[in-house]
């Protein structure tokens, strides 16, 4: 039989190390906020004949607009984002660009004020808070016939909290490398990678829950392996089947829904790989007592009086 929870200290190991970077990428570089999080305008634009990026770039420094964040989509458009413009501004700018570069159509315009974009930022981070105590209280319900049910819901939101954490630091590294911003689209993911990881956690949950009714006396971290090895062939097919689903989206539908693609594409593989090897096997390290183990420090013996 193949020994999955033994092996957790290299797990804990594997996903500290990436979290660790991820945290880091996010101090460093932060998150690149699209438009619906920070003041702005965003116009999705067509040229005819087309335009190279460093084209369009030049063109918008020479109109003040120096600090432009331009992106291409799958169907060649330009998205361009640029600080908030008013009807007559984007005239003028439609007609400069028409003038320095060629025929162009605006096929998109987005511009979002300041009040807007603190408090879209605000009800997407409440949106997340409220989800993630949702999922810990249900799960703690779900279980309450288990000995200690709070600490089942807690390891499904630390699992759930490893994805997140990963997909977070991998956008902090596009932003700074790609230039890709976060959007609705992205905290849709977020929201989506949250379900999917908890449900996927529960349904292993589930059948430890089961086979501990049945046990009669085997050993915890037994029935652990036991349940995991009979669920892993589901969790892995079904990510796998999801993956193929989001690629095919991803090639079809394009830039409208990147952010979510992508999100889900990242999220997805680590969240199978933490519902197998960060949530089960926090399990055994609560029910046990492991926590100084895993920490560099063992319980001293205690000393027998007398002896």
Request: hydrophobic letters at 50%; charged letters at 15%; a neutral charge.
């Amino acid at each position: 039989m193949f020994d999955i929870v033994g092996k957790r200290l290299w797990y804990f190991c594997i996903s500290g190390a990436i979290i660790l970077a991820g945290i880091i990428s996010l101090i460093v570089f932060g998150l690149e906020p699209g438009v619906e999080f920070s003041s702005g305008s965003l116009l999705t634009i067509d040229f005819e004949p087309s335009v190279t990026t460093p084209q369009l770039k030049q063109a918008l420094g020479e109109l003040g607009y120096a600090s432009a964040i331009i992106q291409t989509t799958g169907e060649g458009h330009f998205l361009v984002r640029l600080p908030e413009l008013t009807g007559a501004d984007r005239a003028a700018l439609e007609t400069a660009l028409t003038s320095k570069v060629g025929q162009l159509e605006i096929k998109g315009f987005d511009s979002v004020s300041p009040m807007i974009a603190r408090e879209t930022t605000r009800n997407a981070a409440i949106a997340v808070a409220i989800s993630a105590v949702g999922m810990l209280l249900y799960i703690s319900w779900a279980f309450h016939r288990m000995p200690n049910p709070f600490r089942w819901g807690t390891c499904a939101i630390v699992a759930m909290m490893h994805d997140l954490l990963i997909v977070l630091g991998v956008f902090a590294v596009f932003g700074v490398t790609l230039g890709w911003q976060i959007d609705l689209m992205f905290v849709t993911g977020i929201l989506t990678l949250v379900g999917y990881s908890v449900n996927d956690t529960i349904v292993v949950f589930d059948r430890i829950r089961e086979n501990l009714l049945k046990s009669g006396g085997i050993d915890f971290e037994t029935v652990v392996n036991n349940s995991l090895l009979e669920t892993m062939s589901r969790s892995l097919i079904t990510g796998i089947g999801v993956i193929f689903v989001l690629i095919a989206l991803l090639l079809m539908v394009g830039a409208s829904i990147q952010n979510l693609i992508v999100v889900l594409l990242v999220g997805i593989p680590f969240g199978t790989y933490g519902s197998i090897c960060i949530a089960s096997p926090l399990l055994i390290v609560w029910r046990k007592g492991e926590w100084g183990r895993f920490v560099g420090r063992r319980p001293a013996a205690v000393a027998v009086k007398g002896k």
